[in-house]
């Protein structure tokens, strides 16, 4: 069975949604917040910083994206994608990873599948495969290319991210139940007359309450009732 759970709303997946929504936004808003035209050719090389002299130039919003895509992506111009005539801060292949992403933590939302192997490597290695071809020289990947097995990479992230969150729900909701529980169990003992050491339950003075008499010690049973002699009385 694929399905970890029963179809139904995981309000905690909301966290990772929102997450992954604001910043494949953030991606086409920092290229929309430059004028036209103004960033064409930022390729470089993952790990260092290559285009200090076009980001200082920027507004702090789109400064702060770009240097973060400048230091994590190659922002290869020929493997990016363009918005408002301006170079976008990740790549082709890194998009897709963010859009599919936002799509698994969605689909998360209602429906939380179990963590397979199979399906895992179904979405990792179309990327892997096609990263590897090219980087090896086998052929050159398209953009099209780089979007679709980013997305089936980002999708099973997105997927495992809701499961993740799933999980804490579900901890969460198993605490809460056992205290509850707790809680009824100790209310319970106290209604049946868990009180504190040496003090009397409620039956003990029943008897007392209804004028019924306590038993007596054996060989004394009869004494209450033994007659009485009658002093008032005298003899004609």
């Known amino acids: 069975m694929l399905e970890a759970s029963p179809r139904q709303f995981h309000p905690l997946v909301l966290v990772p949604v929102a997450i992954t929504t604001a910043w494949l936004l953030i991606m086409f808003l920092a290229p929309l917040s430059l004028p036209s035209g103004s960033v ?7 790990g260092r910083v290559d285009n200090a002299n076009q980001t200082s130039k920027m507004n702090p919003f789109a400064r702060w994206v770009y240097e973060g895509g400048d230091v994590n992506c190659h922002q290869k ?14 790549c082709s292949r890194d998009l897709g990873i963010f859009f599919g992403m936002m799509l698994g ?13 199979w399906y895992i490597l179904g979405g990792l290695v179309p990327m892997g ?25 980002g999708f099973i992230t997105g997927i495992a991210l809701g499961f993740i969150f799933f999980a804490i729900e579900q ?31 409620p039956e003990e ?28 009385k005298k003899d004609h």
Not at 130 to 138: E, M, N
Not at 178 to 201: D, E, I, V
Request: glycine residues 16%; neutral net charge.
């Open 40 to 46: 064409t050719d930022l390729s470089g090389s993952v």
């Open 77 to 90: 111009a020929s493997r990016s994608l363009y918005v408002n005539g301006n170079e976008m801060p990740y």
């Open 105 to 117: 933590c969605m689909f998360g939302l209602y429906i939380i599948l179990d963590l397979k192997l």
């Open 129 to 153: 495969i096609d990263g590897v071809g090219q980087l090896l020289g086998f052929w050159e990947s398209t953009n099209p290319v780089r979007l679709l097995t980013g997305g089936l990479a």
């Open 171 to 201: 901890a969460i909701e198993d605490r809460r139940k056992a205290s509850a529980q707790a809680k009824a169990r100790a209310n319970g003992s106290g209604a049946l007359g868990g009180g504190p050491p040496g003090a009397q339950r």
């Open 205 to 232: 003075h029943v008897g007392e309450k209804h004028g019924s008499h306590k038993t007596q010690p054996d060989g004394l049973e009869g004494v209450d009732h033994a007659e009485k002699p009658d002093y008032g």
